[in-house]
């Protein structure tokens, strides 16, 4: 276990509802960019490699880049790095991993393709 995966589960222990604190706020700050058709699912009887998932649909490739930008500048001012990126080249399909929330920013055609609510349909949804 890294030390930062260490550190994430001593969160966890000390704060059980911080994980879902950091959904709700990573789900906030897409919807200010104008993120559309926001979707939490709540993958902790799932899966264990995070608690959370935001599926997030961007207009265009822009947009999807300044939903991105815009959550990982607001989390690391509070020193918070994603344990991964990927696809922010292209911006098609855009994820963010902050270990207890995957943040995935979709255009349309990418959300409509890969289709994760779909593929986890069994996973409860988080309102918001």
């Known amino acids: ?24 706020r990573i789900a906030a700050m897409a919807d200010e960019k104008l ?3 926001i979707v939490v699912l709540d993958m902790r009887e799932l899966v264990s ?3 959370f998932l935001v599926l997030v649909t961007a207009r265009n490739e822009r947009l999807a880049k ?5 959550v990982h500048i607001q ?17 098609r399909w855009v994820l963010l991993d902050y270990l207890d929330c995957v943040l995935h ?5 990418a959300r409509e393709h890969y ?5 986890w349909g069994e996973a409860p949804r988080l309102e918001l």
């Open 66 to 70: 300044a939903i991105i930008d815009d």
């Open 115 to 119: 289709r994760l609510e779909q593929l």
């Open 1 to 24: 276990m890294s030390e930062r995966e260490a550190a994430v589960a001593r969160t966890r222990e000390e704060q059980p509802d911080a994980p879902e604190a950091l959904t709700r």
């Open 49 to 51: 490699y995070t608690d």
């Open 105 to 109: 920013v979709f255009v349309p055609e």
């Open 35 to 37: 993120g559309e058709d």
């Open 75 to 91: 989390l690391k001012a509070e020193g918070m790095l994603p344990s991964r990126t990927e696809g922010v080249q292209e911006a």
